[in-house]
C-alpha cells in the first residue's frame, strides 16, 4: 500500500489538484488501499488474477496486478491486463520494474493470454516511457478519468507468445 501511495503521488503529483491528492494518499486512503488489497489477495476474482511483488533485501518494492482485461472491446478469454505496475519511486532503475514486468508476461502466457493491454497517462510519464521501451505502443483507445481534474489516459498493447 505505501508503494502505491508513493507511485500515485509521483505520478499525479503534477496532474491534479493538491487537495485531491491528499484525498488519495492520505492516511484514509491508505487504508482503503490496504483493505482493498488484502481482499484481492484473499479472494482474486478468478485463478487468472494474480499480484506480484518485487523486493530488495527482503523489503517489498513493487509489484504488479494482472489478469483479464476488463474492457468491453476486448476479449478476456486471450486479452490480459496489467492494472498496475508500479515500483517505490526510493527503488528507481535497478531493475524491478522489468523483472515484474517480465514475471507478469510468463504469467499471463501460462494462462493462455496472447496479447496484453494497459492504461497510462497520456502525458509522458516513466511507466509510459518504461512500457513504450519494452515495445508497447499505444492502440488508439483514449480515456479521462475525472480526478478531481480531467486525467487523459490512453492504452498500451503488445502482442506476447513464448
Known amino acids: 500500500m505505501r508503494i ?15 487537495p485531491v491528492l491528499a484525498e488519495l494518499t492520505g492516511d484514509e486512503a491508505g487504508e482503503r488501499f490496504r483493505e482493498q488489497w488484502l481482499a484481492s489477495v ?17 523489503a517489498v518494492v513493487g509489484f504488479a496486478a ?3 482485461a476488463e474492457d468491453a472491446d476486448r476479449w478476456p478469454g486471450t486479452d490480459a491486463e496489467v492494472y498496475a505496475l508500479h515500483v517505490h519511486p526510493d527503488h528507481p532503475r535497478r531493475g524491478h520494474g522489468s523483472r515484474l514486468l517480465n514475471a507478469a508476461v510468463d504469467h499471463l502466457l501460462d494462462d493462455g493470454f496472447h496479447a496484453v493491454y494497459v492504461w497510462v497517462l497520456e502525458t ?5 516511457d518504461f512500457l513504450e521501451a519494452a515495445g508497447w505502443r499505444p492502440d488508439g ?12 489516459m490512453v492504452r498500451l498493447h503488445a502482442a506476447i507468445s513464448r
Open 42 to 58: 484473499e479472494r482474486p476474482p478468478t485463478s487468472r488474477h494474480r499480484l506480484l511483488v518485487a523486493t530488495d533485501e527482503r
Open 124 to 128: 509522458g510519464n516513466p511507466l509510459r
Open 4 to 18: 502505491q501511495v508513493a507511485a500515485w503521488q509521483e505520478m499525479y503529483g503534477s496532474v491534479l489538484p493538491g
Open 141 to 152: 483507445a483514449r480515456r479521462e478519468l475525472d480526478m478531481g481534474a480531467r486525467v487523459a
Open 66 to 68: 494482472i489478469g483479464p
